[in-house]
């Protein structure tokens, strides 16, 4: 587990996965880190999965998915992670594989 302050959060079968797929797309948009964006994207592509269900219930989630595919391409984005990592004094490349930690 990895401790973030007060609490842990819970490496389960399902993070792995979520998180192994935000990689795979972070990577595939060319991107060297994962972020929130790659995330939420991983999470929609999951039909089963609870927050995909919701959204089918208020949105067309094909359409969110394309539009956030899209951003994820767009130069407002990519600029907006340069911002990020200039602000935080972060010059290097960031990488879009998850630290080795202990479990």
Known sequence: MSNTGDSYLKHTARFEQVMGSAR??????GHQHVSSEHLFLAIL???????AVILDTVA???QVIS????FLKSPEYMGGIRDIRAANG?????S???PNEER
């Open 24 to 29: 795979t797309i972070a990577r595939l948009h």
């Open 67 to 70: 539009a956030m595919r899209e």
């Open 90 to 94: 972060d010059h290097g490349e960031p």
């Open 96 to 98: 879009a594989e998850e």
């Open 45 to 51: 592509l999951e039909p089963a999965d609870a927050a």
């Open 60 to 62: 067309d989630r094909e």
